[in-house]
Each structure stands twice: as C-alpha cells, then as structure tokens.
Nanobody, 123 residues
C-alpha cells in the first residue's frame, strides 16, 4: 500500500491551497480517507475524513467551514481543499486510510499513512 501526498507549499494568510493524496495497493473505495497535520512540537491532529462513497465527512472544529475533504474513487485520490488559511495552519499534512466502519478521528484507527507534505502559511 502506498499513499502519496502532494500539493503543499508556501501561501499567504487568507489564501488557499489544495492537497492531493494518491493511493495504490488497496481497495480505495472500501476505506475512510483522512487528513491529519503535525506542527513542530505538537501532536498529530485530526483534520477531517471522508467515507467510502463520500457521503460521510467529519472535520475538526479548528478547520470546519474552511477545509473540505473530497475524493475521486475512480482516480484513487483524496483531496483537502484549504481556504482562508491562517498562520496556525502551518504544519506537515498527512493523508491516511482507515478500514474502520465508524468515522475514525483518532490516528490509531488508521491503517496506512502517506509521507506528509509541508504547508506553510505566512502572515
């Protein structure tokens, strides 16, 4: 199984960015796909996730209304659209796949992880 996250970069506060995560080696449509982030000196934080057919989503309060998780099962790809970015959104962002049947918000419930992509928001 391989998850490849990309699309990170440097953006000014108030800007937007879209991350992508391409999956291979798993039955993509059978997995919840989630996004996490980790800032220096902090624990890995749940951002949002999206169910197999995209019908169920959940977001952390810190990003609700600004970030959107979506997926394209035909392309085995999950996306994280980030709008109205803030300096506190600066972190390494990770995509992950969970085989859980309930909405997984804890990192321990995810089976596979991507390598992370850096997002830096300047003030």
């Amino acid at each position: 199984v391989q998850l490849q996250a990309y699309g990170g970069g440097l953006v000014q506060a108030g800007g937007l960015l879209r991350l992508s995560c391409a999956a291979s080696g798993l039955t993509f449509s059978s997995y919840f796909m989630g996004w996490f982030r980790q800032a220096p000196g902090k624990e890995r934080e749940f951002i949002g996730c999206n169910s197999w057919g995209g019908g169920l989503t959940k977001y952390a309060d810190s990003v609700n209304g600004r970030f959107t998780v979506s997926r394209d099962n035909a392309k085995n790809t999950v996306y994280l659209q980030m709008n109205s970015l803030k300096p506190e959104d600066t972190a390494v962002y990770y995509c992950a796949a969970s085989g859980d049947r309930d909405i997984p918000t804890m990192a321990s419930r995810y089976d596979y992880w991507g390598q992370g992509t850096q997002v830096t928001v300047s003030s």
